[in-house]
């Protein structure tokens, strides 16, 4: 059983950044790949990246390539999302989401790959 919690959302202008924080309360981390995903009003829920748990891979949608960065923190149980040159259509409310995982380089695109899932948080990006 792991319990996920996302920190870190707010609201900011078009171009700023924010910092995303899940935090995870497990001893097997490190053996968990982890997902962000993204869910705005009326919309489905968008895959955003995902790490391997080895860090040693990772996998980004086209939409926030180049702008996102996932890290993770095994010491801490923790797992980051930088989010740079923010878009309006950005905003949506964040997930964080663990999978186990065999193997040290796998990533998951399909949400309904992950086991566990965070209660999410909100980001804004408006002007």
């Known amino acids: 059983q792991v319990q996920l919690v996302e920190s870190g959302g707010g609201l900011v202008p078009p171009g700023g950044s924010l910092r995303l924080s899940c935090a995870a309360s497990a001893r097997t981390f490190t053996s968990l790949a982890m997902g962000w995903f993204r869910q705005a009003p009326g919309k489905e829920r968008e895959f955003v990246v995902s790490?391997?748990?080895?860090?040693?891979?990772?996998l980004y949608a086209d939409s926030v390539k180049g702008r996102f960065t996932i890290s993770r923190d095994n010491g801490k149980y923790t797992v980051y999302l930088q989010m740079n040159s923010l878009r309006p259509e950005d905003t949506a409310v964040y997930y964080c989401?663990?999978?186990?995982?065999?193997?040290?380089?796998?990533?998951?695109?399909?949400?309904?790959?992950?086991?566990?899932w965070g209660r999410g948080t909100q980001v804004t990006v408006s002007s």
């Open positions: 790490i391997s748990w080895s860090g040693g891979t990772t």
């Open positions: 989401a663990a999978k186990a995982a065999q193997f040290r380089l796998s990533v998951f695109r399909r949400a309904d790959q992950y086991d566990s």
